[in-house]
Nanobody, 117 residues
Framework: QVQLVESGGGLVQAGGSLRLSCAASGSISSRDLMGWYRQAPGKQRELVAIISSDGNTNYGASVKGRFTVSRDNAKNMVYLQMNSLKNEDTAVYYC???????????WGQGTQVTVSS
């Protein structure tokens, strides 16, 4: 089992930047995908960005070109650099770990990101 703890959320003005961090512990494997999802009030949880241990990434369409996901395998950390933030980026951001062999998914508790005009 994998435990995930997010940090770095907060209140930021539109056009600003934030960096989220996620610390992973437990049964982490190099085969795992790690990344970020978000959920805004009244909406379904959606993909933000995911990254494999060898650096392959995939982004949600609404954040491409603005957000960058990175991963430090030695430290079991994953990061999300968010630039040019928009009001519609306001959501709870969740760190995610997927074991691609067992398909077991782990979630963090979430961190709130609020973008104001």
């Amino acid at each position: 089992q994998v435990q995930l703890v997010e940090s770095g959320g907060g209140l930021v003005q539109a056009g600003g930047s934030l960096r989220l961090s996620c610390a992973a512990s437990g049964s982490i494997s190099s085969r795992d995908l790690m990344g970020w999802y978000r959920q805004a009030p009244g909406k379904q949880r959606e993909l933000v960005a995911i990254i494999s241990s060898d650096g392959n990434t995939n982004y949600g369409a609404s954040v491409k070109g603005r957000f960058t996901v990175s991963r430090d395998n030695a430290k079991n950390m994953v990061y999300l650099q968010m630039n040019s933030l928009k009001n519609e980026d306001t959501a709870v951001y969740y760190c995610n770990n997927l074991d691609r062999v067992t398909m077991y998914t782990s979630w963090g508790q979430g961190t709130q990101v609020t973008v104001s005009s």
